[in-house]
């Protein structure tokens, strides 16, 4: 199976239909897990998804409004609450969540879909416009609607099998991410784009209009206490909202306007690091070797974080490992302590003495003269010690 994501353009009534499912799924979704943990709470058998369904369906106190939109949306939110409930009661999952909001808009369609070159059909919507014309394929079996920032998006699944996979050539290519410089190989260097004046530019603007959304916080906020001593002395202890949050328009507005200046940093971000390792495997390799980062422990470095962060190393090796197992190249993992910036590629020999801040140095065996990033990616192309992640 294959999925296809792309924008969609709803017209006025199509969004409002849009908006009225992600209230009624989030609406039976809640309502089913607050049934079930009550039902445990007090010792009684859970209710299973089927019953629940049964239940709205013939019950005359049910809301009409719920009746209005899809019920396979509807089936299908049901069924995922009820996945959910099971796996807390089985102890699988700490804890149950309730949907939100402003995090969970989206729902599931099956049934009678049709594709044309720039629209697609789906079951009570009708014909929806599509952002890119010819992408989506014609045996699509169901779709995820959802919206994210005032942008609405199709997730198509489709059941095709296609072998994309390429004939290799014999050299192999190792990569060594960093912060500087994006991506290291031994004849390629790609620069960040955090260092572009694009990028510049929006993170500007996004400090500002951070700023005045943290003044529009600040300014609903009331009975203010602060810490007196510790770590924390001067920082906000707690507080009250003058007015609930859901109330004030205009911080939701400006919010809006933050999330989408995030948005589209990270899908500038994402596009470009995407392009360069593209780049890299239209090369062909017979195997490409990355590292075993351990992101999770790097970003508590308070110093390297937030540049970590923007780096999007994880999001990258996801990346490689789809493509590679798409193309039938093989990808290797090598070891998390592998020093490989610290041995000579020339020699073997390891510098026990490299600290972070030297990025050249000079090999006391060989005195080769070594480019920090280029000789670690030269050691994680060699290295023998490695776990395979694709199959070819």
Not at 324 to 344: A, D, Q, V
Request: hydrophobic share 30%; net charge positive.
């Amino acid at each position: 199976m294959k999925a296809y994501k792309t924008e969609i353009y709803p017209t006025k009534q199509q969004k409002q239909l849009i908006h009225q499912t992600f209230g009624n799924t989030r609406f039976v979704y809640n309502d089913f897990i607050r049934i079930n943990l009550e039902n445990i709470e007090n010792k009684r058998p859970i209710l299973s998804g089927m019953d629940y369904s049964k239940q709205i369906n013939h019950d005359p106190n049910t809301p009409e409004w719920l009746k209005t939109v899809s019920s396979k949306a509807l089936k299908h939110a049901i069924m995922t609450a009820n996945t959910t409930i099971w796996n807390y009661a089985k102890g699988k999952i700490k804890d149950v969540k309730f949907r939100k909001k402003t995090k969970h808009n989206s729902f599931y369609l099956i049934g009678t879909i049709k594709v044309e070159r720039h629209r697609i059909f789906v079951p009570t919507l009708k014909w929806l416009r599509l952002k890119e014309y010819g992408y989506i394929p014609k045996n699509i079996k169901s779709v995820t609607i959802s919206m994210k920032n005032g942008r609405y998006y199709i997730s198509c699944l489709s059941h095709e099998m296609k072998d994309e996979r390429i004939a290799t050539s014999d050299v192999g290519i190792g990569i060594d991410f960093g912060l500087k410089d994006q991506f290291i190989t031994k004849d390629q260097t790609f620069p960040s784009i955090n260092k572009s004046a694009k990028v510049r530019k929006l993170e500007k603007k996004l400090r500002q209009k951070q700023r005045s959304l943290s003044r529009r916080y600040e300014q609903n906020m009331t009975d203010k206490v602060y810490y007196k001593s510790g770590k924390r002395k001067g920082q906000l202890k707690s507080f009250k909202w003058k007015r609930p949050l859901r109330d004030c328009k205009n911080i939701q507005k400006q919010q809006l306007l933050v999330n989408k200046i995030h948005e589209r940093l990270a899908r500038i971000r994402t596009d470009y690091n995407q392009k360069c390792l593209q780049s890299l495997l239209e090369q062909k390799p017979r195997f490409i070797s990355i590292e075993d980062l351990n992101v999770k422990g790097l970003m508590k470095n308070k110093h390297l974080s937030k540049a970590i962060g923007k780096a999007q190393w994880y999001r990258s090796r996801l990346f490689l490992q789809n493509q590679c197992e798409k193309l039938g190249i093989e990808l290797r993992l090598i070891p998390r302590f592998y020093p490989s910036s610290k041995l000579c590629s020339a020699c073997g020999c390891e510098n026990n003495q490299l600290k972070l801040k030297d990025r050249y140095w000079t090999c006391e065996n060989c005195y080769s003269h070594h480019d920090r990033d280029i000789n670690a990616a030269i050691n994680i192309e060699n290295c023998q010690d490695y776990t395979v992640l694709t199959t070819v």
